[in-house]
């Protein structure tokens, strides 16, 4: 790995330190630590949060952003105290809107996001999770989305886990808002990777070890054709993927890639 | 729970008695009841079922919506006799306009729909169960699309299904007709939750009283804005998300639980 | 089975021989036989397999197509050679509209197109698995798309995985490169047939027997029409799949079978 091993701070944002962030080893960690509020995605937690991905993607020695949380809980979701009646629909509005930006955030980064989760992910909780690239949680996880029991049906948590779990799983979740183990979310895909609390640290490592080994430039255009193409038709995505392709090889890590392949030695990436 | 428990027939549609409807406690059992024909889904049944549906929506006791069968077999699908080539193109269209009819009713339907599965469900028995909100079956059920054994593909059955599992599981079911177990049906997700003849009930009951302790107009939301999002891409979904959110915060329901959950009380809900 | 018992090479392609293709019972196997450059996919073999898959969809006698491979790697993926930098833009651009070719050629066959893999398939050699309407692996088989580790996302590959799997599955292969197991695939649906080395045989008879028992033209009117359904929104599959539903009832093969049923005897296919 060509990184330095440097840890410290990245951002403190305003005046509350809601999140800790640290970069090691290509690895940007922002950790939740709100847990008096059971890390709930309150407007400056969340504006914590864009700050910190936003950053990460600018940063070129950030090679993939790892989402966690201190206590025993993830997320339960939005602060209930930000969505009273009486803060009147402008306020309301506001908070979605955050919550939309935040979640489009991870999309838009250059570099993959990773949740990683041990305990329970509740609500917006679950959505943030669903919304990652990828996700690892420990056998003591549980996934929730039980907004209509509090009189607020999940329906934007709804939008990523629809495009994350088979239909039927989705909405058992959403109507109900029973939690699911973290085997099941394993199995219907609400995660990539499930561990243990013993070998989470270990199993993450394997992931993000093989992301920072590649080129970041490859990995950016790589995730933004991945979420391109899948709003296009077969035969669309087909045509746009071969452009992308040559494109591809035609970076200069495209070249040394294909390049070092041949000649048998490792590559050396220039981004 | 705040249902009287009710337990009387809905509808006894037109001079066949091919289902058994009854409503206790919020939910709408609806049974098919022609086990000699397999409980094919004829046009008189389509037309039971869709009317005891629709009833179900407009009657505002009626929480979730559960349809099984009696008998070894959910449903073996559409009835042949009906589908006879001297019959003719204008009745064959009426069959398929009319099935088409029963499955958007169920997407429609402002109360989630649950098939419950005791046995085979075959060809549009199969399209059924996909198309429902959700699904439990018990061990001893099995899954199929075999249509093109008699000529005919499962090409509707086809269109939920598509939209349950994975493409794979879905093509080898349609191409090859061969059954499929309930421990396989759970595990591509064509029903949500897996159970044994014994704990059938008591499964679903979990499923179903969970949904009936919140609010009938936050499930309605709910149900609607999901059919509607997954249309659409993931910016679009969440610039409606937001709207549909802040919608809810303003019903009475929606206030009433906000207010419920700061108050740290249960909700009373409006409806 | 009504088919000939017929074994000969269909086709010679150029002047290599990078397949072997025969016909027996119905079922065309085409067998990579390149293992010297571990199968990887070189516009010559993909050559070979476009002209195989169209061939086999030509000819009445073929029902069912077979990809499979000789040696330890079903596909290894694009010959590297063929993407060196100094070869230029346009030389590059063929190889990926031969690629594109070759894909959706066994979507648009008429027959079904089966992956048999007993080995390892990688970046290309993983997108013509998840391209096929089915797979069946064995347990020591593994799957990947590390095409980033050498400086080449796995763009195109993405494509169909991205239909194929759940999104966290399919970003985890594409980010890290890392392999998946045989049952993660069969968990995940990247193969729809879990077999053993000793079993695979039998297991895949198993599924070509129940596709060449039924009408030719009936599983191609069924393969076209869930393609083109799976485009389109729910309301508007449901109205061109009644559509479907009553043309199939009105081809020779959909009356015969019909009637068959009714009639409680063997169909006797037209084609």
């Known amino acids: 790995m060509a990184f330095r091993t440097t840890s410290y701070l990245l951002s403190k944002f305003g005046t509350q330190n809601l999140t800790k962030v640290s970069l090691l080893n290509g690895v940007q960690n922002v950790i939740m630590c709100d847990s008096k509020t059971r890390n709930s995605l309150s407007t400056p937690m969340m504006d914590n949060l864009i700050n910190s991905i936003r950053e990460g993607g600018l940063n070129d020695e950030v090679r993939v952003i790892v989402l966690s949380s201190e206590g025993p809980v993830f997320s339960a979701g939005h602060n209930f105290k930000e969505l009273l009646p009486e803060l009147g629909r402008k306020e309301h509005e506001k908070v ?21 989760i041990n305990g329970v992910a509740a609500a917006a909780g679950c959505q943030l999770v669903a919304q990652c690239d990828m996700a690892i949680c420990t056998t003591k996880s549980s996934f929730s989305t039980p907004g ?74 790589g995730k933004r054709f991945y979420y ?44």
Do not use: H
């Open 148 to 221: 209509a029991t509090f009189g607020i049906f999940c329906s934007t948590p709804g939008i990523p886990l629809a495009r994350c779990v088979p239909k039927m799983n989705a909405l058992q979740m959403l109507f109900t808002g029973l939690p699911i183990s973290a085997q099941e979310a394993k199995q219907i895909g609400l995660v990539s990777k499930l561990s243990t609390e013993e070998s989470l640290q270990d199993d993450l490592d394997v992931i993000t070890s093989a992301i920072i080994s590649k080129s970041r430039a490859v990995i950016e255009l």
């Open 96 to 116: 979605f809107n955050k919550c939309a930006e935040l979640m489009m955030s991870i999309v838009e980064s250059p570099v993959p996001v990773i949740a990683k």
């Open 228 to 271: 391109k193409q899948i709003q296009f038709d077969l035969k669309s995505a087909y045509e746009m993927g071969g452009t992308t392709m040559v494109d591809n090889i035609n970076l200069p890590d495209g070249q040394e890639g294909v390049k070092s392949f041949i000649e048998k030695r490792k590559a050396k990436w220039v981004k």
